[in-house]
């Protein structure tokens, strides 16, 4: 079942599409990387400068895979060392409805936001070096009242803790 979202990112009109377990896309049109950071039945989220608390996560590097992405994010935005991480889905990110939208610009016209699912194996000093400025643990119920997205980012969060489950 898809689930969509339509967003305002700097007056970029955006539809976002909630698509889990989809088969990772073709790596030049993926824009991010974001994980669910489970430790001990609670999630790790981080305090972005001007966004409020959310999953940790950001832009691929050149040479990095989705994996390399989500540790660097998880360690220069939360302080911590992940270790198993799976996929499990991504939101698809529509620049079509969007009048602002520029064809040379750095985003595709439709790319892909990557969702994995990682466990915190240490969990270090939290120093503030990056655009993060906290880092608090939270229950997975209480994302909506903590997180500061678009609705599909509790719905991830609930594929997540779903699929860690049917695992044990």
Known sequence: MEHTAYAN????????????????????FVTSVHGVCMDQGKMMLVHVQG??????????????TPVDTLLRECMEEG????????????IEVSHEE????DPNGKYPLIG???????????????????????RIWVEPELASQVMEDHNLAYLIVDEAFRQAKDVL
């Open 9 to 28: 990112w700097g007056g970029h009109y955006v539809k976002l599409t909630w698509l889990p377990g989809v088969e990772l896309p073709d790596p030049a």
């Open 51 to 64: 966004r409020g608390f959310n999953l940790p996560g950001g832009h691929v590097e050149i040479g990095e």
């Open 79 to 90: 302080y911590v060392k992940c270790g198993d991480s799976r996929y499990i889905g991504a």
């Open 98 to 101: 969007n009048p602002l939208f």
């Open 112 to 134: 892909y936001q990557l969702f994995y699912r990682t466990t915190i194996i240490e969990c270090l000093p939290y120093r503030q070096e990056n655009e993060c400025t906290a």
